[in-house]
């Protein structure tokens, strides 16, 4: 199993989200329903990529490309997204990317602590993120229960997304996840 992630890039087209930050968890988590939502350049390129990251941490704007990958799999739906360049130009085929699959919530009991070498000092981080696999419905893409914004998905998601070259997404095994412990 994968975590879906932003590559780091900030050259690629970021959006800010039309939401608040507890909408746009909700939404992402398929806890809420909107109707439509803007997405409006807030830095990186003039032109979006395949996969959109946002300001707010979680929600993910796909295109329909992606989104014709995705059909064949489990545990999401969409949300209409009216994107916005830097000139105020509409890019049309994009929708957020909503998360119905669930697993249980996050057990930091069964990461490995370490300590990191960041340019502000040596930091306490976690090595893993890990659920108990019981509480796991299933789905082809899914989120803990604990409300946190992390995207899992399994390898045919993976191997899938990847195998069509969608630009601007990363994915990173449960196993290697690093977080800093807060």
């Known amino acids: 199993m994968f975590v879906l ?91 957020g990317l909503a998360v119905a699959g669930r697993c249980g919530p996050i057990e930091n009991s069964r990461s490995i602590m370490f300590e990191k070498l960041m340019p502000g000092g040596v930091f306490p981080y976690w090595r893993g993120l890990y659920f108990e696999p019981t509480t796991w419905d299933g789905s082809d893409l899914f989120m803990p229960m604990d409300g946190s914004g992390w995207i899992f998905v399994v390898e045919r998601v993976r191997r899938a997304i990847e195998s069509s070259r969608v630009k601007n997404v990363v994915f990173t095994s449960l196993d290697d996840v690093e977080r800093m412990k807060l």
């Open 5 to 95: 992630e932003a590559p780091g890039d900030s050259r690629a087209f970021h959006g800010e989200i039309g939401l608040r930050v507890d909408d746009a968890f909700a939404v992402t988590r398929s806890e809420k329903s909107i109707e439509s939502v803007d997405v409006r350049w807030s830095m990186g390129a003039a032109a979006p990529a395949d996969i959109v990251h946002t300001s707010i941490v979680a929600p993910v704007i796909v295109s329909d490309r992606v989104v014709s990958i995705l059909r064949d799999f489990s545990g999401w739906n969409t949300y209409s997204v009216k994107l916005i360049g830097k000139n105020g130009r509409e890019f049309p085929g994009y929708r």
